[in-house]
């Protein structure tokens, strides 16, 4: 089953390791963006001395800018866009290896076998990569997003609050 699953990795599959790679980076991308717009808005307090520690992340973010929260909100947006939509390239790239092999068919058919074979692992690769991306992001990148998107509009809802008194 193994040599199946890896025998056309130096063929089209190869281009989906590839891709796997970029989206992997694309992932810490936007757990990195989405975690800095998180601890901004949510500044560690310090358990020893907690009044004084909540006292403190008040004042810091009453000086923190409305535009400085957009820009990280806007930069955590589009990681988080950048890595969802490479995502849903899997399956099709999968789809579009399956193609490409079956088209191989129509020039060759002495090989029927290696290209069948071609067809289903570029298939199954891009499933499985999709599959793992998706719970990474389910477990890990999505709810930190939509706490960052709630936090986010409640700091500047109090800020245009406090701005009208």
């Known amino acids: 089953m193994k040599d199946i699953l890896f025998m056309n990795i130096m063929g089209y599959d190869l281009i989906i390791f590839i891709f796997f790679g970029i989206t992997f980076i694309a992932s810490i991308v936007s757990l990195i963006l989405a975690g800095s717009l998180h601890r901004k808005l949510n500044p560690p307090v310090d358990s020893s ?20 929260i957009k820009d990280k909100r806007k930069k955590a947006v589009w990681g988080y866009s950048v890595f969802t939509n490479f ?3 899997f399956p099709l790239l999968g789809i579009l290896g399956t193609v490409y092999s079956l088209l191989g ?3 060759d058919s002495s090989n029927i076998t290696g290209n069948f074979y071609s067809a289903l692992t570029s298939t199954f690769w891009g499933i499985v990569f999709a599959i793992i991306f998706k719970l990474v992001d389910a477990f890990s990148i999505a709810p930190l997003m939509e ?3 709630k936090d ?12 009208k008194k």
Not at 49 to 68: A, D, G, V, W, Y
Not at 152 to 158: I, K, V
């Open 152 to 163: 986010t509009e409640r700091f500047l809802n109090n800020k245009n609050e406090k701005a």
């Open 87 to 89: 995502i849903a390239i």
């Open 49 to 68: 001395n907690s009044e004084t520690s909540i006292k403190e992340i008040n004042r810091e973010l009453s000086e923190t800018k409305n535009n400085e």
């Open 105 to 107: 068919l129509v020039s």
């Open 147 to 149: 706490e960052n998107e």
